[in-house]
Every structure is written in C-alpha cells, then in structure tokens.
C-alpha cells in the first residue's frame, strides 16, 4: 500500500469559484511536496462539525472562506496573536494538542504590498475603506509597517470608531466617517468593502487621491473594479487589484502547514494569464 497523501482543502459556502485549489495544486510542485487538496461546500450549520470530523480523521490542514472565517475562531483549540487581532481565522493546521487558527490575509497584502509591488509604507499616509471583516484582518499588520497616519473610513463611521479604538495600542489609527476625509491625499488607499463585489463605489471625495496615491483594491476579477476605474479616473499613479494578495495568503498558509514558503511569482503569472483567459 502506497503513502496515504497529507490531506489539505479549502471550505466555504459556496466554494465552486475558489482558485485556492489550483494554487496549492502549484506550491505542490513547485515545492515538491505531495499532497492532496479539495473544495469542501459546508453551510454554516454544519461548518464545526464538518471541520472536528476533517481533523480527527488526519486531515492535516484547512484554508476558511467565506462566509465561516469567524465560526473557525471557536472551532480552534489556540489562536496566533494575528488571528486573534483579526478575530477571524483563514487557516486551520493540525498541531500535537489541537487545531491551530492562523490568519494569513493581512501578511499576504503585506507581503504583495512591500516585496512585490515595491511600496514603502513606512511613515506614509495609508487609508482603508471600509471597517467590517476584511478591514480587521489588514489593519494590525499594515500598522506594523510603522505609516505615519493609518485612517479607517466607513459609510457607518462608528464601525470605523470602534475598529480604530481597538487597534490604537499597535499604531497611530483614526477612525472617521466619509464626511471626515478633508485631509490632502494618501499615499495608499486600500478598498476593504464589499461594494466592488456589487459594481458600487463608497461616497469619499476626490481630495483623497494625488498624482502619488496607490490605489489597491482587495477584490480582484477579469476587469477592474468601480474603484480602481474612479481612482483612475482621478489620476492616482497606480490601480491594483488584490491578485497578490490572494497568492500571498495562500503562500503563507502552505508555510504554516508545511514549513516552506513557496515562491509566488509563477503561480500570481499563471493565474492572471488563467482569469483573462475565462
Ligand atoms: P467583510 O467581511 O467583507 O468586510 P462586512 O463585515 O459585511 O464584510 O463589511 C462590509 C464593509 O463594506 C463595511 O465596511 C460596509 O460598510 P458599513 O459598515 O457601513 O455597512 C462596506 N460596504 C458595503 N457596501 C458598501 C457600499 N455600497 N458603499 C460603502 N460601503 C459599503
């Protein structure tokens, strides 16, 4: 009898379009490492069940999506320091005393924004949009990148009060509503709402963005997105889509389960070379 393969996957609800399974298919070789990777679709009722039965069966790792990113918080017997700021987990691994929930989407943006794209954060002005789920996964590690200014503006600008009020121990952060973006432009601007998903682009004024503003969206897809077409529009110097960010995360979830940080820049050219093929 063969090696049974370390079994790996990725669960959501629904998952058909994820990409993670041609992802990992890649690190696979890249690295050399041999294992086996699904698509789980799991409603929410049956998401900690369906994980326990996964782990207690061998399995030996579990990339979450939406929409179970916080039901894994619980599902987890430990939390890494970032995935407890985050308060939501994207990477389950089996560990000697349990399951380990990890949250890799913030070092993937990281990751894309400094050693791919070449960005220096640092005592820069960096402003997200938006303050639910994927907002808290960014801000504890974009703030480690030491900017001078981080401000977090919402159509709702208590939430953004609230996630603001919550991180200010790890770095300079305000929270404010659209209303309140008066300041000169940033230097990055990262769409973290879910209105791109629906073609929507937020209410904030122009003066936001300068011939130096980077503009990165965290959604990406075949064309670009309502905001990345605005800020365009307005003359920033570049307009990203969050291509990057989706190989990073991955990268560093396949680092975490099996200790080598694979190289991403065949896998990022072969999957856009995928999508504008669709
Ligand atoms: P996620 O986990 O993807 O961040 P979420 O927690 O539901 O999802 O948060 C969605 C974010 O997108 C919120 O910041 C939301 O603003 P509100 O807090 O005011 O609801 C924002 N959002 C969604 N659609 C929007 C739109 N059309 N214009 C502006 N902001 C929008």
Redesign the pocket.
């Known amino acids: 009898m063969g090696t049974a393969l370390d079994q790996y996957g990725v669960v959501g609800h629904p998952v058909g379009h994820s990409l993670s399974p041609f992802i990992h298919g890649m690190f696979a070789r890249e690295t050399g490492q041999r294992i086996s990777y699904r698509l789980y679709d799991v409603p929410p009722a049956e998401f900690h069940a369906h994980v326990r039965a996964f782990f207690a069966q061998g399995g030996r790792g579990l990339n979450v999506t939406l929409p179970h990113k916080i039901a894994a918080v619980e599902v987890a017997h430990e939390l890494t320091p970032r995935a407890a700021w985050a308060a939501a987990v994207n990477t389950l691994a089996a560990r000697p005393d349990g399951i380990l929930g990890d949250n890799t989407d913030g070092a993937g943006l990281v990751r894309d924004l400094c050693d791919n794209l070449g960005l220096v954060i640092t005592h820069r002005r960096v402003l997200v949009?938006?303050?639910?789920?994927?907002?808290r996964g960014i801000v504890g590690p974009l703030l480690g990148l030491a900017p001078e200014l981080l401000v977090i503006a919402?159509?709702?600008p208590q939430?953004a009060h609230a996630l603001a009020t919550a991180f200010t121990e790890l770095g300079a952060v305000r929270g404010v509503g659209f209303a309140e973006l008066v300041d000169a432009p940033f230097d990055l601007i990262v769409n973290?709402?879910?209105?791109s998903l629906?073609g929507?682009l937020?209410?904030f004024p122009p003066s936001v963005i300068g011939p130096q503003t980077v503009c990165y969206d965290l959604a990406y897809g075949s064309s670009a997105t309502a905001f990345l077409e605005w800020a365009t529009r307005q003359g920033c110097a570049r307009a990203l889509q969050g291509w990057g960010m989706l190989v990073e995360q991955a990268a560093e979830s396949f680092r975490v389960w099996r200790g080598i940080r694979p190289d991403t820049a065949q896998v990022l050219a072969a999957l856009k070379e995928r999508t504008a093929s669709v």
């Open positions: 949009i938006g303050a639910g789920g994927a907002t919402n159509r709702t939430r973290a709402t879910s209105a629906a929507e937020p209410p």
